[in-house]
């Protein structure tokens, strides 16, 4: 190949680089018909770019392969072990259309050094791209999520037209948003609706949690210039309400005791976060938990030969 000038070289050795190809100088400056020496030059100046530009990944020589090599700095980015449990997970959560889904995971992919690391892992998830089994709304909506998301960070009043699944019809409502949550294939809005008549359409108007949207299910969402205040002791914290929210049902904060005498206590108290142990009895565990809204009782249902409820109270 022709002497080719350093801007040009510099930019393919750096796609090179990301794609988790290796640098040999021997074979680079064959290939572009150049000195070593320019070759050298050129990788100095990668490496120093890395350094400068705060990337969180380094250009080092690997001397079991004799060649240079784009490494991730471990203080700062993915492990490869890491990438594929964050791959696996969102895999599993089957959340998002094959269109939004992929690229992520190709992104996320690419973290993985060296190329080999990087095509083991393309092995180890590609059965699992191949079958996957997109939600079946079929709607992209990742974009609007960090729309949501900022609406929520500065308090900004949306309106929305939601598709009620138990009524089959449209609604438009003004809303408060306060947080963004993800529950078994579906991410939620939680927010406060403006100007509705709680006595007309709430089951108990004196509930004051917030309701809760499928994303999925949003037709329209407009941004409003309108903010809400929220003093500080007041503000909606979605890590507590998620402990205590059971299948995306809002509805009043409730306490529930009950006997558990199934196999595996822990796996009551990792669906149950805010459940606790009271003792063990003959036959089980006694357990109490604080839940929001008639959720649980689909739960507690499913577990029918293994929980007998004994008390269930609004807090």
């Known amino acids: 190949m022709a002497d080719t000038d350093k801007n040009t ?3 393919e050795l750096y796609i090179m680089l990301t794609r988790g190809e290796a ?3 021997g074979e680079l400056a064959r290939k572009f018909g150049v000195a070593e020496k320019s070759i050298q030059r050129d990788i100095e100046d990668l490496r120093n770019f890395f350094t400068l530009s705060g990337e969180s990944r380094c250009l080092v020589y690997d001397a079991k392969t004799r060649a240079y ?4 700095d471990q203080a700062t980015a993915l492990t490869n072990s890491e990438v594929l449990a964050v791959a696996k997970i969102l895999l599993e959560s089957r959340s998002m259309v094959c269109d939004e889904m992929f690229p992520i995971l190709d992104k996320l992919v690419r973290c993985c050094t060296p190329r080999e690391s990087l095509k083991q892992v393309q ?3 590609a059965n699992e791209k191949f079958h996957y089994v997109e939600p079946h709304h079929g709607k992209m909506f990742v974009e609007q999520l960090w729309t949501i998301g900022t609406a929520v960070e500065n308090h900004q009043v949306l ?8 009524k089959n019809d449209m609604v438009t409502r003004r809303v408060q948003p306060v947080g963004i949550l993800f529950s078994e294939y579906y991410f939620y ?4 609706i403006e100007g509705i008549d709680k006595e007309e359409h709430f089951e108990n108007p004196q509930d004051q949690s917030p309701t809760i949207y499928r994303i999925d299910k949003i037709e329209a969402l407009t941004v409003t ?3 809400f205040h929220v003093p500080y002791k007041d503000r909606f914290q979605e890590g507590e309400m998620r402990k205590r929210i059971q299948f995306m049902y809002g509805g009043e904060l409730r306490r529930i005791r009950f006997e558990y005498t199934g196999p595996s206590i822990e796996a009551v108290l990792d669906r149950l976060p805010t459940a606790k142990v009271e003792r063990k009895t003959e036959t089980g565990w006694l357990v109490t938990a604080e839940v929001f809204g008639k959720g649980i009782d689909m739960w507690l249902g499913s577990q029918d030969a293994y929980i007998r409820k004994i008390k269930d109270s609004t807090i």
């Open 9 to 11: 070289r510099l930019l």
């Open 159 to 166: 309106e929305i037209t939601y598709h009620r699944t138990h």
């Open 23 to 25: 640098l040999r100088k």
């Open 69 to 72: 090599v784009l490494r991730a």
């Open 123 to 125: 092995s180890l998830i």
């Open 189 to 192: 809005l939680a927010a406060f």
């Open 225 to 227: 210039g309108e903010h």
